[in-house]
């Protein structure tokens, strides 16, 4: 049976990724920065490189979907912020691939999906750091698609639009936007679900030609 590690898989898209991932017969490790529910899950904190180490051993996929966002443009964005966004959606995706990839190798290869953003494709109002820290998954992603080809590792991204999630719900508490006006401007008039990321997750782990892949599930919002 294959191996795979979910981060953030706590709640939201992660957590779906997480059951489809099992729904698909594969073994599932579920991490999260707080204590998560179930077999063998992990509290890692993807921004602590003494942690996320040894939770990245005998993977045969693994999918980054621990993130964080932020509401607001860069001169209203302070420093902390900016730097915390980066910490956790960047260098904690960074961090778990540095340490997976060697044992993927040992393996005889493996599977990362990375979960990025349209926030990272298109210009989005108010999402400063979230987009540049997106744009940065997005970057790494190709790096090591091509990194590791050689290795039989392949290393694509989901990019998810607006997904009716508690984490897309906290962000708009937060910024004073409403459900209503994100519904709005997708094309197709409503909000992805987590089930619909993680069924584009599962295609990605399973698909053994597609590599340095971006996978858009936004409801038409970049072709608009």
Wanted: aromatic share 4%.
């Amino acid at each position: 049976m294959k191996r795979a590690l979910v981060t953030g898989a706590g709640s939201g898209i992660g957590a779906a990724i997480a059951r489809r991932l099992a729904a698909d017969g594969l073994e599932v490790v579920l991490t999260d920065a707080r204590p998560v529910e179930g077999d063998g899950a992990l509290q890692v904190d993807v921004r602590d490189e003494a942690q996320v180490a040894p939770a990245m051993v005998d993977l045969d996929v693994l999918v980054n979907a621990a993130g964080i966002g932020s509401t607001t443009n860069a001169p209203e964005t302070p420093l902390e912020v900016w730097e915390d966004v980066f910490a956790v959606n960047a260098r904690g995706t960074f961090l778990c691939c540095k340490h997976a990839i060697p044992g993927m190798i040992a393996r005889g290869g493996g599977a990362i999906v990375n979960v990025a953003s349209v926030a990272a494709l298109v210009g989005l109002r108010n999402r400063a750091a979230y987009s540049a820290s997106k744009g940065a998954v997005v970057a790494l992603t190709r790096a090591l698609a091509v990194d590791h080809v050689a290795d039989g590792i392949r290393v694509n991204a989901v990019c998810p639009g607006t997904v009716d999630s508690p984490w897309v719900r906290r962000l708009v508490d937060e910024s004073g936007e409403s459900l209503d006006e994100l519904r709005a401007r997708q094309p197709m008039g409503r909000l992805g679900t987590p089930e619909e990321v993680a069924e584009a997750v599962s295609y990605l782990v399973s698909a053994e030609f597609v590599t340095g892949s971006l996978l858009t599930i936004d409801g038409g919002l970049t072709a608009a």
